[in-house]
């Protein structure tokens, strides 16, 4: 089994920044993917990035320019900095890893973007 923990959502207003933490523990495969998604009520769950071991980052158009993901060094640990905040970034924000063709999810961490 895999925990994953999130940290670091929050309140913040428009044109903020915040920075989101997730760390891993557990089974643990070398070779894996390590990202996040987020959720408004109504709607599916949708990439936001992605970090897969190797060094290759995936963004969702949304995310380009303004979001960094990244791993600390441990590789078991996964940071989202989000700069340039909008208030249709107002999310629940899930980390998620993948390994062993399985999905792990992590409770989530509301961010509110508003002034």
């Known amino acids: 089994q895999v925990q994953l923990v999130e940290s670091g959502g929050g309140l913040v207003q428009p044109g903020g920044s915040l920075t989101l933490s997730c760390a891993a523990s557990?089974?643990?495969?070398?070779?894996?993917?390590m990202g996040w998604y987020r959720q408004v009520p109504g709607k599916e769950r949708e990439l936001v990035a992605r970090s897969i071991s190797g060094g290759k980052t995936d963004y969702a158009d949304s995310a380009k320019g303004r979001f960094t993901i990244s791993r600390g060094n441990t590789r078991n640990t996964v940071y989202l900095e989000m700069n340039s905040l909008k208030a249709e970034d107002t999310a629940v924000y899930y980390c998620?890893?993948?390994?062993?063709?399985?999905?792990?999810w992590g409770k989530g961490t509301l961010v509110t973007v508003s002034s």
């Open positions: 557990g089974s643990l495969f070398n070779i894996n993917t």
């Open positions: 998620n890893r993948r390994q062993l063709g399985m999905d792990y």
